[in-house]
């Protein structure tokens, strides 16, 4: 048994113990944190100067790694640029070739309207038997004044070939010649009549035969509609390939692979400028 005084005794020094005990511990840890606080900073300098493991490493694969997809990256830039330019020459081309086409066909459509013009007034040439003096004389008695006090007195500028009586024309000098051109030309519709015909203009003959019906073309004795692949030839020229897309009267629309659209007329069928045949590839 211990009585009081050995109690307090034992007491205190259980108390100096503990103190002894958290002051040491306050200095370790205290010692510890230090320690540490410098290891970090040392560190931390390592990092800063570029000489630690732990961050040269990571550098390094992010570095490889970037060189890759540098790499990659241009290589992809070139492919995109040659594309870029094939498709630009592709673009350059196609212009190309659709303005040769259209600049072909604008020559064949004049040509032809012209050849056409030349034709019709070949045939009012020969169905209406005219002269130029005629008009002439009309068009110089015209300029000169008329004088009020003279008696107008007309001769009669010809007679028709039937027998007589001879009719004396009194109306003016133009209205006679279109009177008479309009007879001429009723004649010659009507049947045949006393002027001795010239002999018919040679029209142009057609080599194929090519026409379009109720939105169809027959051509050479095969038959063409809307839709269908055809392959079109033109002489010192390749072979195209394209799709009739509208068959009109006189001309046929067609679409090349490259999405350029042309027309085609029959008349060049006719002639033979242009031939197509059915495309079963």
């Excluded at 992010?62 to 594309?83: D, F, H, P, W």
């Amino acid at each position: 048994e211990m009585d009081d005084e050995d109690c307090e005794r034992r007491r205190m020094e259980c108390l100096d113990e503990m103190s002894n005990l958290e002051k040491q511990f306050t200095d370790l840890k205290d010692q510890l944190y230090k320690e540490r606080l410098s290891q970090v900073d040392a560190k931390l300098q390592e990092v800063i100067a570029g000489k630690a493991p732990e961050y040269l490493e990571p550098l390094a694969a992010l570095q490889e790694n970037m060189q890759i997809r540098t790499k990659v990256a241009g290589i992809y830039r070139e492919l995109c640029l040659e594309s870029v330019k094939n498709k630009y020459e592709c673009e350059i081309q196609a212009s190309r070739q659709h303005c040769e086409s259209e600049k072909l066909l604008l020559y064949d459509t004049v040509q032809s309207e012209l050849e056409e013009k030349i034709r019709r007034l070949e045939e009012d040439r020969h169905s209406i038997d005219i002269t130029s003096e005629l008009w002439n004389d009309e068009l110089q008695s015209r300029k000169k004044r008329k004088d009020p006090f003279s008696p107008d007195k007309k001769k009669p500028v010809f007679s028709l070939t039937f027998p007589r009586p001879y009719i004396v024309y009194m109306l003016q000098d133009l209205d006679i010649l279109e009177d008479w051109t309009t007879i001429r030309k009723a004649m010659a519709t009507l049947g045949p009549h006393r002027v001795k015909p010239e002999p018919p203009v040679k029209l142009e003959k057609h080599l194929h035969n090519a026409r379009s019906e109720e939105g169809r073309l027959y051509y050479d004795g095969e038959w063409y509609g809307r839709g269908q692949t055809i392959c079109i030839d033109k002489k010192d020229e390749c072979p195209t390939s394209a799709i009739i897309t509208t068959i009109n009267h006189d001309e046929v629309w067609f679409k090349r692979p490259d999405g350029s659209k042309s027309k085609l007329y029959i008349s060049q069928l006719q002639k033979g400028k242009y031939s197509i045949k059915h495309n079963h590839n």
